[in-house]
């Protein structure tokens, strides 16, 4: 158990829905990132948050946002669904060790089927 | 972030060493190396990281050449349960440094 949180395990929906997943990173840690695992592309990097600003953005797609809250908690948000939104979506909260090494630890993920 | 070279694929037999290699022949001299495993669709699980000396922990052990140009993970007594994707990544340190995820190397550990 990594102590990061997701919900919902599953999600099915149909294409052009909206879905909404929930993260809460380990007591303590500032750091949420969002990754997608998708069958062909492998583990993917959308996007970053630091303690409520967003810090990094990778390949996330336009219809796709996200948020931290003030108890640290993330949401990320999945408009107009496509098939090809079908994957895994995990988050991850990070450790910086003295000297400046970063450990990521996952959650379980969210599994989202678009039918 | 430096790109990584791993086989595909590896056998090991329940109980014996399983030693996993890394080619990162691009590495720069800030960049850490990290191994992360994925069981099955779980969440990838932190193993361990190092910057130039070899480091042991509870999991496993990492050897870094000393040119920093390849490393091997090692799995000291490998079980079924060490069946997963394996993933050598090489990244800044520092916070906020995203993870780049290659194809791993799918360890398999036959009874």
């Known amino acids: 158990d990594s102590g990061v949180t997701q919900t919902p395990k599953h999600l099915i929906t149909a294409t052009g829905q909206r879905v909404t997943l929930r993260c809460s990173p380990r007591?303590?840690?500032?750091?949420v990132y969002w990754y997608q695992q998708s069958l062909d592309q492998g583990l993917q990097f959308l996007i970053q948050?630091?303690?409520?600003?967003?810090?990094a953005k990778g390949n996330i797609l336009e219809r796709f946002s996200a948020q931290q809250f003030p108890d640290l908690h993330s949401e990320l948000n999945l408009s107009s669904l496509e098939l090809g939104d079908s994957a895994l979506y995990f988050c991850?909260?990070?450790?910086?060790?003295?000297?400046?090494?970063?450990?990521?630890?996952f959650g379980p993920g969210t599994r989202l089927l678009v039918l | 972030d430096a790109k990584t070279t791993q086989p595909t694929s590896m056998d090991c037999a329940e109980g014996r060493a399983a030693n996993l290699p890394c080619n990162h022949s691009?590495?720069?001299?800030?960049?850490?190396v990290y191994w992360y495993r994925q069981i099955h669709s779980q969440g990838p699980q932190y193993i361990i990281h190092?910057?130039?000396n070899n480091e042991t922990n509870e999991m496993a052990s990492l050897i870094i050449t000393e040119d920093r140009k390849s490393s091997t993970l090692i799995l000291p007594h490998a079980t079924l349960r060490d069946t997963a994707v394996y993933y050598c990544?090489?990244?800044?340190?520092?916070?906020?440094?995203?993870?780049?995820f290659g194809k791993g190397t799918l360890l398999t550990v036959n009874p």
């Open positions: 991850a909260s990070s450790v910086v060790w003295t000297g400046g090494a970063e450990t990521q630890y």
């Open positions: 007591s303590g840690d500032l750091s």
């Open positions: 948050y630091y303690n409520g600003e967003e810090r």
């Open positions: 691009t590495i720069s001299g800030n960049e850490y």
């Open positions: 190092g910057l130039k």
């Open positions: 990544i090489v990244s800044r340190g520092g916070s906020n440094y995203k993870l780049t």
